[in-house]
């Protein structure tokens, strides 16, 4: 079993998420001692944002790439097989200024690719990954789930079933910046969730 672990507060291990996905990392290595655990932390190792040199390299032929392309293209590569080798992904979603991390959104900008991770269709876009359980621990300072201001879920929803993986479940830890009590509720009930 491979578990790909995608952490992206730019607090680091310190962020609410990272707390509560390294928790269920744990859990996961307890219930499955022969698990695999790959860990993307998109703040300790941020990835470039997406720009014409990057996008131009994607659309370049291989046979025409210069070395720099392809190592920009390598690196996408690598980010999608990851995420392809997975049986189950952990994916900590801070909420910053009402959206994802952008470190966040460059991880998705590398594997949302025309004809590797989805096409199109006469029926309209089609993904090409296998299905798997990606389980979304989302940390807010105040409140959002369930609410029209939460655009962040989804968003989350619509990437994954882009490229094929329909099966996304959210966990939220919400009202973070609400003083400690409600912030400690919050933590515990997202964690008797996870459970
Ligand atoms: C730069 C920044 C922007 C934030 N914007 C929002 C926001 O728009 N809505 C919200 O509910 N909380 C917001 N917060 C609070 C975070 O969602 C909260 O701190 C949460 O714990 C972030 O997850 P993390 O601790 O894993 O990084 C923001 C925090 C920071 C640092």
């Given at each position: 079993m491979n578990i790909l672990v995608i952490k992206s507060s730019v607090f680091g291990d310190n962020g609410n998420s990272s707390t509560l996905v390294n928790e269920q990392v744990e859990r996961l290595k307890a219930q499955h001692p022969e698990a695999t655990v790959v860990v993307r932390d998109l703040s300790a190792e941020p990835i470039p944002h997406l720009d014409g040199e990057r996008v131009g390299a994607f659309f370049t032929p291989a046979d025409q790439r210069t070395d720099a392309q392809q190592a920009v293209e390598d690196f996408s590569q690598t980010l999608i097989a990851e995420l392809k080798a997975a049986d189950q992904v952990v994916l900590g979603l801070p909420m910053y200024n009402f959206g994802i991390p952008s470190q966040l959104k460059s991880w998705i900008d590398h594997v949302?690719?025309?004809?590797?991770?989805f096409r199109y269709t006469e029926n309209g876009p089609q993904g090409l990954l296998d299905d798997k359980p990606v389980s979304v621990v989302a940390a807010r300072g105040g409140l959002y789930a369930g609410t029209e201001n939460d655009t962040v879920t989804p968003y989350i929803k619509l990437f994954f079933g882009f490229v094929g993986i329909t099966d996304v479940s959210f966990v939220f830890a919400e009202g973070l910046n609400m003083g400690d009590d409600v912030k400690e509720k919050a933590m515990s009930e997202a964690r008797a969730a996870l459970q």
């Open positions: 949302a690719r025309a004809g590797i991770t």
